[in-house]
């Protein structure tokens, strides 16, 4: 019995040896694995420490405390780690391992220098919690290049090489100082951070409850402090590999586009200023974002920033900022814009926005009303047709070439930048009367470009403005008892190049109370080089040009009373008799123009008869008798219009 109780204990012992033994085994390959990890951070250049490590063989629970690492790279920077603790970890091969969990205390990283602007940035994260982690054992060489770009190019390598099923922070501080600049310093302090299945470098979810903000704005005289919240802050669908694809110098030529973000949504969303401002914006969303590598390229658009930050950039730096700049947002799409009703409120008044969208190249504004000096300004909509930050940006970037001033085919690029423009629903106040200017439609579309100059035109504007009584010319109009103005003008043009012809059609101007006109213009033989910003070339060509028909209608609706009470007045007489003195006046003039067309006889005397009797339509119609050299024609127009009319077929009728 004695033996065998010996036995046991002996046994026993040794169990409990080999127990401890395999756990000091463990805990001294963690420690070798660890202390590797932190000389090869030495070997590199930078500094490395740690305080205890732990390990728990029953619970492979790893424990280190007091990591503290300084890279020694430009732009300087620190990371401190209070503490790592990991459960289950475990080894999947000489290269990465795994642990059912990993927390992390009081994480922060401080950066001094960092960019252009030598920015100073901090992150602290009092607690970090990531589940299902699995990553790679060994820390990798850093760059030999101590860039911006190459140290974002090294962290987002680490980050696609991480994967864990979720990601939790209660809070993270961004401090930041941008050494005096505009940008200011300030501090955004974010919660409730969660992300979900970290795959590769795709997030499948990621959320901020609310982020929180204060930012001291450093401008030369005008210092201002804003602080703000921003909530429900989410992003769908994150995916870094495409913007690791942007920094990769073997990318420079793929051409196609990576998608970045599915969403990203947030709101609402409070900005106040020190000086009385307050912005409320109920919400924000971004739509399938993404990144053409071989134009998105930060590292360019970097290189092109002046290096002295004491002087201003010349004529010639510039411009090739400006087309950096360009090349950049040509290489970023964004498959819609949308930010949801914003208010704002200033000392002066309150003004609102309901919407701003940008989607399928179009910007619009929709339901502005903002206070003005003279009243309240309402608008419905405003947009933007083929609008493009790339095409605009460059545009301008032209306009700045060194040593001589903009051309005029440089400015007319400006119809290549955009395919259009509408108004809709604006309310505005009439100078400084209590009437309004309200226009229903204002919009101008263009397209079909040669060169840069549109040969395809429509413009349509539908307004009403009230009779201003200091313009003498609308006084005969307020002594009609017309107190406002109804326009409606609907103009279009296009030249076809399969005719060279060009026509002006529709072009109908409505003047509510007054005249209805509608004119049709054509023109034949248009060669397709007058549509030139070279004044040389543009007269050469239209000496080719000839007039076509011409046919032009009037609806009186109350002009031909406007212009007999006038007259009426001025002579003391009844507006009978005004009307047939207009009357007469014009056909004092029908044989001097008749000797050169008999036509234009039958014209006289369809004006007169129009003048006689109102309410009625006059119509005249122009055609060529043989082929009519338009600047031929132009120059007798101004020398012997009885010449000029006698080269074409003129046709005149009235009726009600």
Do not use: C
Not at 369 to 397: C, H, I, Y
Not at 509 to 515: H, K, N, Q, R, V
Request: hydrophobic share 40%.
């Amino acid at each position: 019995m004695k033996r065998i109780l010996i036995g046991l204990i002996m046994a026993a012992v040794l169990a409990a040896g080999g127990w401890f033994g395999s756990n000091l085994y463990a805990k001294h390959r963690a420690t070798t694995q660890i202390e590797a990890a932190f000389e090869q951070i030495r070997k590199q250049g930078g500094k490395a420490s740690h305080g205890k490590i732990g390990f728990d063989l029953s619970s492979r629970t790893l424990t280190i405390e007091d990591i503290v690492i300084d890279p020694g790279k430009e732009p300087q920077a620190q990371i401190k780690i209070a503490g790592i603790r990991g459960t289950g970890v475990r080894l999947a091969d000489d290269a990465s391992f795994s642990a059912d969990s990993i927390d992390i205390t009081g994480f922060e990283v401080a950066l001094d220098q960092v960019g252009p602007a030598k920015l100073k940035a901090s992150y602290k994260i009092p607690q970090l919690t990531m589940r299902d982690y699995a990553g790679p054992v060994h820390v990798w060489t850093a760059p030999a290049d101590n860039s911006l770009i190459e140290m974002y190019r090294y962290a987002l390598d680490r980050y696609v090489a991480i994967n864990a099923s979720s990601l939790t922070a209660p809070t993270l501080t961004i401090t930041f100082d941008s050494n005096g600049t505009a940008g200011g310093s300030g501090e955004v302090t974010y919660s409730g951070l969660a992300m979900q299945n970290l795959t590769h470098g795709k997030i499948d979810v990621m959320k901020f409850d609310r982020a929180i903000l204060s930012i001291d704005v450093k401008q030369p005289g005008k210092p201002d402090k804003l602080t703000g919240e921003l909530s429900n802050i989410v992003v769908n669908d994150f995916d870094a590999t495409a913007l690791r694809a942007t920094l990769d110098p073997q990318s420079t030529s793929d051409e196609s586009y990576h998608r970045v973000y599915r969403q990203v949504s947030a709101g609402p969303y409070v900005l106040k200023s020190a000086k009385g401002v307050r912005v409320d914006i109920d919400s924000f969303s971004m739509s399938d974002i993404a990144v053409q590598p071989s134009k998105f390229r930060l590292a360019d658009l970097f290189a092109a920033l002046p290096h002295d930050k004491s002087a201003p950039p010349t004529p010639a730096q510039a411009h090739e900022m400006m087309e950096k700049v360009a090349g950049f947002y040509e290489g970023l799409r964004i498959g819609k814009i949308e930010i949801g009703k914003t208010s704002m409120a200033a000392p002066q008044g309150t003004g609102s926005i309901n919407l701003v969208r940008y989607q399928d190249g179009e910007f619009a504004v929709e339901g502005v009303d903002t206070p003005s000096s003279q009243g309240r300004f309402k608008m419905e909509r405003f947009a933007l047709k083929s609008f493009s930050v790339a095409n605009l940006v460059r545009w301008a970037a032209g306009l700045t070439t060194p040593g001589r001033a903009p051309a005029p085919d440089q400015m007319l690029g400006l119809f290549g930048v955009l395919a259009g423009a509408e108004i809709k629903g604006v309310t505005a106040p009439f100078k400084n009367t209590k009437k309004l200017v309200t226009v229903d439609t204002l919009s101008l579309d263009w397209g079909q470009l040669i060169g840069s100059i549109p040969s395809k035109a429509h413009v349509v504007a539908r307004f009403v403005t009230p009779t201003d009584p200091s313009d003498p010319k609308q006084l005969p109009l307020l002594a009609a008892g017309i107190d406002k103005l109804a326009i409606d003008l609907d103009l279009g043009a296009v030249w076809t190049e399969s005719s060279n012809s060009f026509a002006l059609t529709p072009a109908t101007l409505d003047i509510g109370g007054i005249a209805r006109a509608q004119l049709h213009v054509a023109l034949d033989n248009v060669p397709r080089e007058v549509f030139s910003s070279d004044p040389a070339q543009l007269m050469g060509q239209a000496v080719r040009i000839e007039a076509g028909s011409l046919e032009f209608s009037l609806r009186d609706n109350g002009a031909v009373e406007v212009a007999a009470t006038q007259y009426a007045r001025s002579k003391n007489v009844s507006r009978d008799a005004a009307r047939q003195a207009l009357a007469d006046e014009v056909r004092m003039h029908r044989e001097e123009i008749a000797s050169a067309n008999a036509d234009a006889g039958a014209a006289v005397d369809a004006i007169a008869s129009f003048v006689e009797t109102p309410g009625q339509t006059l119509v005249l119609k122009l055609t060529p008798r043989a082929k009519v050299p338009l600047m031929q024609m132009m120059q007798l127009l101004q020398t012997d219009p009885q010449t000029a009319l006698a080269q074409f077929k003129i046709e005149a009728s009235t009726g009600l």
